[in-house]
């Protein structure tokens, strides 16, 4: 059971490049969420989906946009990568949507450095 | 404005001993809180969790307590092995999750 997996572990970007980090689970959750961790900041949500073709803005969404056409993927992207985005990017997951009492599942990472 | 707070970045504790980690919470719409565990190169693992209705939750080393009135919660540890050396967050849930910055806690032979 893979739970949920996230590519790539590891980028490097030019500031004004963009990319995409990708995230799929296969645990048919309809909740899923991307974080990112900061020094002193702890994690920090960006997007999260409550189910297919429904998304919704974290706590730090400027600069990233997602999409979740399908249960098991929501992919992250980066249109123009600046250097205050350099960070490590977790994806997660959970069976609840609404009212979140269910524990996430979290991917193992992307770490993003943007020179 | 960061709703969920940990305001020790760090515990250094003696195996055996108690390890209470502390966090304090702003929005009292959070109707479930969680503790997350997390080692390095590794995403965090749910630990143990606590509905809004109840003031304690104990599983096997692990007890949380909150104490609503003072919007705090706090782990507690018992006894505290090396292995639970790890950075600890808070989490509080409403309709998305939010997490407080981490204490690292680390537990000397």
């Known amino acids: 059971n893979a739970g949920v997996t996230q590519t790539p572990k590891f980028q490097v970007l030019k500031t004004g490049q963009s990319m995409t980090l990708q995230c799929a689970q296969d645990?048919?959750?309809?909740?899923m969420s991307w974080y990112r961790q900061d020094p002193g900041m702890g994690l920090r949500l960006i997007h999260y989906?409550?189910?297919?073709?429904?998304?919704d803005q974290g706590e730090v969404p400027n600069g990233y946009n997602v999409s979740r056409s399908t249960t098991e993927d929501f992919p992250l992207r980066l249109l123009s990568a600046a250097p205050s985005q350099t960070s490590v990017y977790f994806c997660?997951?959970?069976?609840?949507?609404?009212?979140?009492?269910?524990?996430?599942?979290f991917g193992s990472g992307t770490q993003l450095s943007v020179l | 404005d960061q709703q969920v707070k940990q305001n020790s970045p760090s515990l250094s504790v003696q195996e055996g001993r108690i390890s209470i980690l502390n966090c304090d919470y702003t929005?009292?719409?959070?109707?479930?809180f969680l503790w997350y565990k997390k080692y390095p190169a590794e995403g965090p693992t749910f630990l143990i969790s606590?509905?809004?209705?109840?003031d304690k939750n104990e599983d096997g080393r692990f007890t949380v307590f909150l104490n609503k009135s003072a919007k705090h919660l706090s782990l507690h540890i018992v006894p505290s092995q090396p292995g639970d050396s790890a950075v600890y967050f808070c989490?509080?849930?409403?309709?998305?999750?939010?997490f407080g910055a981490g204490t690292r806690l680390t537990v000397k032979p």
């Open positions: 997660a997951s959970s069976y609840a949507a609404g009212s979140l009492n269910e524990k996430l599942f």
């Open positions: 645990m048919n959750h309809e909740y």
């Open positions: 989906s409550v189910g297919a073709g429904i998304t």
């Open positions: 929005n009292s719409m959070f109707d479930y």
């Open positions: 606590i509905s809004s209705i109840k």
């Open positions: 989490a509080a849930s409403e309709n998305d999750m939010r």
